[in-house]
């Protein structure tokens, strides 16, 4: 039984070194932590041959997953050779959510990290792609890696949302920012904090509840207390005025601007299982996700249980 926690990396069926290799070998130096890698492999052609030869396709599938283990340990070894503790394994598993959800259980996980894999539109509309799934329903940190222009992040861009308004959410916010400070300290990375002040939406609530216009000016004054709520995250937690950063807009747009004008490497949010305002929260990280020119942490609030 494992005892220290884990950096849990889902490796992809394809046998190449992939983005989310080098950002592992980078984070496990820096967190001093181990990493166990897992290949959840299920192949379509083989799953076939079951259908008519069983005995058949146990032995293929064994000489798959073993070609599959060789493989991942010769890439665990180049790690080693970097001074980082690794295990690994290849499973055959027909649904790739629940067993990285059985890992969690098995052995304390200290992070998931995987290649974010964008799927079709299409096929989006038909499942749930499994980035989705963690960043929707798994409670722990995801960092999903879209590329390693550098393995070790230079640049972490972390977001909030002072629309929070419960004190446990209002926490949740300080748990991200804390999340991405420590990030960013042992990275020896530059930390950007960001809120998007989406005035549009707000607008476009109200006024379909017949609220007063925007002549009123009470969306200035929402503005204006958000900057204050805003402001006072940013002060309690020492991140000073040129890192700090609030703007009005499409959140989506402007999330993805700021992170592509500043080379961020790292985007931190948070996501949650809950419904209402955190639905909407867990919807804009997963169009981050496809939109996004850099990686995306997901930080979950520790209240979440495991489904």
Same mark, same amino acid.
């Given at each position: 039984?494992?005892?220290?926690?884990?950096?849990?990396?889902?490796?992809?069926?394809?046998?190449?070194?992939? #983005?989310?290799?080098?950002? /592992? /070998?980078?984070?496990?130096?820096?967190?001093?932590?181990?990493?166990?890698?897992?290949?959840?492999?299920?192949?379509?052609?083989? /799953?076939?041959?079951?259908?008519?030869?069983?005995?058949?396709?146990?032995?293929?599938? #064994?000489? +798959?997953?073993?070609?599959?283990?060789?493989?991942?340990?010769?890439?665990?070894?180049?790690?080693?050779?970097?001074?980082?503790?690794?295990? !690994?394994?290849?499973?055959?598993?027909?649904?790739?959510? =629940?067993?990285? =959800?059985?890992?969690?259980?098995?052995?304390?996980?200290?992070?998931?990290?995987?290649?974010?894999?964008?799927?079709?539109?299409?096929?989006?509309?038909?499942? /749930?792609?499994?980035?989705?799934?963690?960043?929707?329903? !798994?409670?722990?940190?995801?960092?999903?890696?879209?590329?390693?222009?550098?393995?070790?992040?230079?640049?972490?861009?972390?977001?909030?949302?002072?629309?929070?308004?419960?004190? =446990?959410?209002?926490?949740?916010?300080?748990?991200?920012?804390?999340?991405?400070?420590?990030?960013?300290?042992?990275?020896?990375?530059?930390?950007?904090?960001?809120?998007?002040?989406?005035?549009?939406?707000?607008?476009?609530?109200?006024?379909?509840?017949?609220?007063?216009?925007?002549?009123?000016?009470?969306?200035?004054?929402?503005?204006?207390?958000?900057?204050?709520? +805003?402001?006072?995250?940013?002060?309690?937690?020492?991140? @000073?005025?040129?890192?700090?950063?609030?703007?009005?807009?499409?959140?989506? =747009?402007?999330? !993805?601007?700021? #992170?592509?004008?500043?080379?961020?490497?790292?985007?931190?949010?948070?996501?949650?299982?809950?419904?209402?305002?955190?639905?909407?929260?867990?919807?804009?990280?997963?169009?981050?996700?496809?939109?996004?020119?850099?990686?995306?942490? #997901?930080?979950?609030? @520790?209240?979440?249980?495991?489904?």
């Amino acid at each position: 039984m494992y005892q220290t926690p884990r950096l849990l990396l889902i490796a992809p069926q394809q046998m190449q070194r992939s #983005a989310a290799f080098e950002r /592992t /070998t980078e984070l496990a130096k820096v967190l001093q932590l181990p990493v166990h890698i897992v290949a959840l492999d299920h192949l379509q052609p083989l /799953t076939l041959v079951e259908l008519f030869e069983s005995r058949q396709a146990e032995q293929l599938q #064994a000489a +798959y997953l073993e070609l599959h283990r060789q493989w991942l340990e010769s890439q665990a070894q180049l790690m080693r050779e970097q001074g980082v503790q690794v295990t !690994c394994e290849a499973r055959w598993v027909k649904h790739p959510y =629940q067993e990285i =959800q059985q890992f969690a259980r098995e052995m304390p996980v200290a992070l998931i990290i995987k290649d974010a894999h964008a799927e079709p539109a299409m096929r989006r509309i038909f499942y /749930t792609p499994l980035d989705w799934r963690l960043l929707r329903d !798994c409670a722990l940190a995801v960092h999903l890696v879209t590329e390693a222009r550098h393995p070790r992040p230079r640049r972490v861009l972390a977001i909030i949302d002072v629309l929070r308004s419960e004190d =446990q959410d209002l926490q949740f916010n300080d748990e991200i920012v804390e999340a991405a400070l420590k990030l960013a300290q042992q990275c020896d990375a530059e930390l950007d904090l960001l809120h998007v002040y989406d005035w549009v939406a707000v607008y476009a609530k109200d006024t379909g509840a017949g609220a007063l216009s925007l002549a009123s000016g009470m969306y200035e004054a929402l503005g204006e207390a958000q900057r204050d709520v +805003y402001r006072a995250v940013a002060e309690r937690h020492g991140v @000073p005025p040129q890192r700090s950063h609030f703007i009005e807009g499409m959140p989506l =747009q402007q999330i !993805c601007r700021f #992170a592509e004008e500043h080379q961020s490497d790292v985007i931190v949010m948070g996501t949650t299982q809950h419904r209402g305002l955190h639905k909407r929260l867990g919807s804009t990280a997963e169009h981050l996700l496809l939109q996004a020119p850099c990686s995306i942490w #997901a930080v979950k609030p @520790p209240r979440d249980p495991l489904p």
